[in-house]
């Protein structure tokens, strides 16, 4: 089955999305890799998606990728004795550690000692996804004096942003350490980490994971912004999470920091998801509203490695049609013809290595000669990032003997993953690599194609060759 798309495309399952024909139907229509989200389910659902999934892939013969999303700390207030409260601008309000005293209108607990130790007067407090505003006037160890800056409605146990402040908590809590195991005992091919505050958080779950996955670093604090290069360099790949990005920061600076975040991914060469509210509409509408489908196709046109569908296949009335869309909407942007000018003008300088160069050299040459595919021969997936990095006119075929790289290229811009056998020589993989993109139906006998690969075979990161073939 051949995508005739370079841009990915990311379904969350749920609810809506739990049986094999609805997901056998979200694979068809144009789903590359399935999430699943571990702040919703039990185990054993997630199981039996993930069952549902792979055999799916045994019949189709194609890989697919599969990510488990992590909840992440869930900072929360406590409970109110009288029920939902009221707070009026300039009203004074207090949190504090006591949780054995409900909450009224003029306090509440906020178990998280982690956040009064960050506090500093003038701090800024979002409550229940931005709706009320606090700001810190006083603060303790164990509290924090506040005047409220927006008010509103609010009820117990709502979410609590800190913009602009690093929290001392790790990104990894209790839950999501026994979700990162069974996740690792399933098999998932990437994992993604939320509340991402620093490099470090991300070095500390692959000294967990020890490279059984690879790791999707979500963006959704200003402190990851602040740290951005670095992070980017420490993970796998990079996942704009745009709702609690939206909370913490003004919504006008979303769209800026998304081309930001973007642009520096694509420079590393590091995949790029942009997430939440793609096709918002559709969780309840059989069809997007327009400017839904101009967000699709901005991230497209930047370039953008995939594009996720969240409550729209999980949990909503067309979880089929919202997939079907979205492949559509990539499609019909990718055929534009400013699309080629506006990935080729966003293009960065290729690093000073082999890998690099290689990449390169096969963009140019597969434009000159006009080959219908280059083919990347790899181990780890090295050679086809490396490749995917330069954005070529024409389908990668990432060839590896390796399903878990298979699947893990799923997610990655233009590539169209396939498990082959290991091969000994070049002259072998020169003439797998021929046979392949014919089987495959992206090249006729007598072609011409462009080979990268690394010499020796099955060593990760050593990507140095570059070879033109024919299609026999």
């Not at 080959?371 to 990432?398: D, F, H, K, N």
């Not at 590896?400 to 893990?408: E, G, I, L, S």
């Amino acid at each position: 089955m051949r995508r005739h798309r370079n841009a990915k495309i990311v379904a969350t399952l749920g609810p809506a999305s739990s049986t094999r024909s609805v997901i056998e139907a979200l694979f068809d229509a144009g789903a590359d890799v399935f999430r699943l989200n571990f702040s919703h389910g039990s185990h054993d659902d997630h199981q039996r998606r993930l069952d549902l999934i792979r055999a799916i892939e045994r019949e189709r013969g194609r890989p697919i990728g599969v990510l488990l999303d992590l909840q992440g700390p869930k900072l929360r207030i406590g409970t109110f004795a009288q029920g939902p409260i009221q707070l009026a601008e300039g009203a004074g309000f207090r949190l504090d550690l006591d949780t054995k005293t409900p909450g009224d209108a003029t306090r509440v607990p906020l178990p998280h000692p982690e956040i009064f130790a960050a506090l500093e007067p003038g701090a800024d407090l979002l409550l229940d996804d931005g709706r009320v505003h606090l700001r810190v006037e006083r603060h303790g160890r164990d509290f924090a004096e506040t005047r409220v800056v927006t008010g509103g409605h609010l009820s117990e146990r709502k979410g609590v942003n800190v913009p602009g402040v690093v929290l001392p908590l790790s990104a990894l809590t209790e839950k999501d350490r026994c979700d990162l195991d069974f996740g690792l005992t399933l098999g998932v091919d990437w994992i993604a980490l939320s509340f991402v505050q620093r490099p470090e958080d991300i070095a500390e779950i692959k000294e967990i994971v020890q490279g059984r996955a690879s790791i999707v670093a979500k963006l959704e604090k200003p402190s990851a912004i602040q740290s951005l290069a670095a992070i980017v360099e420490a993970s796998d790949a990079v996942m704009v999470a745009r709702g609690d990005l939206g909370v913490e920061m003004p919504a006008e600076q979303v769209p800026s920091l998304q081309k930001l975040i973007v642009r520096t991914c694509r420079q590393a060469g590091k995949p790029v998801i942009v997430a939440t509210q793609m096709l918002e509409s559709m969780v309840s509408a059989p069809v997007p509203t327009r400017a839904e489908a101009s967000d699709v196709a901005t991230a497209v046109y930047d370039g953008a490695d995939a594009v996720m569908l969240s409550a729209e296949s999980a949990s909503g009335k067309y979880p089929v049609e919202a997939v079907r869309m979205m492949d559509g909407i990539i499609a019909r942007t990718e055929a534009d013809e400013h699309y080629h000018q506006a990935i080729q003008a966003s293009h960065t300088a290729p690093r000073a290595e082999a890998a690099d160069a290689i990449g390169y050299a096969v963009r140019h040459v597969a434009r000159l000669l006009k080959v219908p595919a280059t083919v990347a021969y790899t181990s780890s997936g090295y050679s086809a990032l490396r490749m995917a990095r330069e954005r070529p006119q024409v389908p990668i075929l990432g060839m590896t003997p390796r399903v878990a790289t298979a699947r893990r290229l799923a997610l990655v811009w233009g590539v169209h993953s396939v498990l082959c056998h290991e091969v000994v020589d070049v002259p072998e993989m020169t003439d797998l690599a021929g046979l392949t993109a014919r089987r495959e139906g992206f090249g006729e006998v007598g072609q011409p194609i462009v080979i990268s690969a690394g010499l020796p075979f099955a060593v990760a990161g050593t990507t140095n060759l570059l070879r033109i073939a024919q299609v026999q």
